[in-house]
C-alpha cells in the first residue's frame, strides 16, 4: 500500500514536471491568436476571439523567407561537413591501431567542455582575417567546428560495436579502405547518421550567439537573430504578431523531431549500454 502511494506521488510529480515543460510552447501559440488588448487582459486563457490575420501580418512585417533560406543554407552545410569528417575520424579511431589515437580522441572530446564565449574573439578575428566575415562559410565552418566532439563521440560508439569480419570481407571482396567505408561500413551506422542529422539541424538552426556576432549582414542572418529584429521593429506594442512570428519560426525544428525523435531514442539509448 505504502509502495502504490509513493509510485503515485512519484507520477504525479513527473507529469507536473512534463507540464512546466509544455506550458511555454501553450503560451506561445495561445498568444499567436489573441488582440492587442486581450493579451493583457487574459494572458494565460483561451483567447475570447481568435486573431487569424496576426499570422498574416507577421509574415508582411518580417522577412520570414530570407532567414529561412539563410538557417537552412547553415544547417545543411554544418551536417555535410560534420557528419562527413566526424565519421571518417571516429571511424580511424575505434577501427584502426595507430600510435596516439587515443590521445586525438582525448583532445577532440574537450571541445565538448569549450564554451564558445570563451573563444569568441580569436574566433572573430580568425573569421575576418580569412576573409569569412558576413559569409555563409564564416558561419558554417564555426559550427561544424563545435558540433564535430559530440558527432565523433557518438559515432566512435557505433563503431566499436561493429563486427571485424565485416571489414575482412571486405577485403577479401577486393574493398580498398575508402570503399569499404563508404560501402560496407556507413550503411551500418545509418541510425546514428540521422540521428546527428536531426541532432545537428535543430542545434544550428536554433544558434543565436555566433550568428549574431559573426554575421553582422542582415542578408547572412539566421532566423533567430531575424527575429530579434522583429521584435525590435514593433515592439512590444503587438504580442499576437510576436507570439505568431514565434510559431512559424519553430515549426522546421518540431518536423525534424517529430521525423527524427524515434532515431534520437534509440541512438540515445543504445549508447548508454555501449562499452
Known amino acids: 500500500m505504502k509502495q502504490k502511494v509513493i509510485n503515485s506521488i512519484i507520477k504525479i510529480t513527473l507529469v507536473i514536471i512534463g507540464l512546466t515543460f ?86 577532440v572530446s574537450l571541445g565538448l567542455i569549450i564554451p564558445v564565449q570563451v573563444v569568441i574573439i580569436p574566433l572573430l578575428i580568425m573569421v575576418k582575417n580569412m576573409g569569412l566575415k558576413d559569409t555563409h562559410l564564416g558561419l558554417i565552418l564555426p559550427y561544424s567546428a563545435f558540433a564535430l566532439s559530440s558527432c565523433i563521440l557518438m559515432l566512435y560508439a557505433f563503431f566499436r560495436t561493429l563486427p571485424k569480419e565485416l571489414e575482412e570481407a571486405a577485403c577479401i571482396d577486393g574493398c580498398n579502405i575508402y570503399q569499404t567505408f563508404f560501402k560496407v561500413i556507413l550503411p551500418t551506422i545509418k541510425p546514428a547518421i540521422a540521428t546527428q542529422f536531426a541532432l545537428i539541424f535543430m542545434n544550428t538552426y536554433n544558434e543565436f550567439f555566433l550568428a549574431f556576432i559573426l554575421a553582422a549582414n542582415d542578408n547572412i542572418r539566421p532566423l533567430p537573430v531575424g527575429l530579434l529584429n522583429f521584435f525590435v521593429s514593433i515592439g512590444v506594442s503587438h504580442w499576437g504578431q510576436i507570439g505568431a512570428a514565434m510559431v512559424i519560426t519553430s515549426i522546421p525544428t518540431v518536423l525534424v523531431y517529430l521525423f527524427g525523435n524515434e532515431q534520437i531514442e534509440n541512438a540515445l539509448t543504445a549508447g548508454a549500454i555501449l562499452k
Open 22 to 107: 509544455l506550458f511555454p510552447l501553450y503560451w506561445m501559440v495561445n498568444l499567436s491568436f489573441k488582440s492587442k488588448s486581450e493579451v493583457y487582459d487574459n494572458p494565460f486563457g483561451l483567447p475570447k476571439e481568435w486573431v487569424f490575420s496576426n499570422y498574416g501580418d507577421a509574415l508582411e512585417k518580417f522577412n520570414f523567407l530570407r532567414y529561412l533560406s539563410n538557417s537552412v543554407i547553415y544547417s545543411i552545410g554544418t551536417i555535410i561537413i560534420t557528419i562527413l569528417l566526424g565519421s571518417m575520424f571516429a571511424y580511424c579511431v575505434s577501427r584502426m591501431n595507430w600510435r596516439f589515437k587515443n590521445t586525438a580522441l582525448t583532445y
